[in-house]
């Protein structure tokens, strides 16, 4: 059974910087892009960030490019984003996620994703 475990969420305030981790099991995920997707209340959940399984397959929403970073080591089966200068709007819940097409991440097509973490709330606030 493929489990996702999120940690790493919490309160901050804005300008200030988090990192949230996810590690996988009950599978390989070499060959799966791996990535982060986002849920405000009373909105719908959106795509963050994105690694395939090739360095050059890493893709950004645009409100977070230049202040989100991805990356995942395949040897851990795990994922990070690393938050910087964070704004109140990022408040969310943050879902790791696990997929074998990164269209579905880019497209933002939730009900395609092959795997979901439980997710982790981040709250950015003064």
């Known amino acids: 059974q493929v489990q996702l475990v999120e940690s790493g969420g919490g309160s901050v305030q804005p300008g200030d910087s988090l990192r949230l981790s996810c590690v996988g099991s009950g599978r390989g995920f070499s060959t799966y892009s791996m990535g982060w997707f986002r849920q405000a209340p009373g909105k719908e959940r959106e795509f963050v960030a994105v690694?395939?399984?090739?360095?050059?397959?890493?893709y950004y929403a645009d409100s977070v490019k230049g202040r989100f970073t991805v990356w995942r080591d395949d040897v851990k089966n795990s994922v990070y984003l690393q938050m910087n200068n964070l704004k109140p709007e990022d408040t969310a819940v943050y879902y790791c996620?696990?997929?074998?097409?990164?269209?579905?991440?880019?497209?933002?097509?939730?009900?395609?994703?092959?795997?979901w973490g439980q997710g982790t709330q981040v709250t950015v606030s003064s």
């Open positions: 690694r395939g399984f090739t360095d050059s397959m890493t």
């Open positions: 996620a696990t997929d074998r097409r990164i269209d579905d991440f880019c497209l933002g097509r939730v009900a395609d994703v092959d795997y």
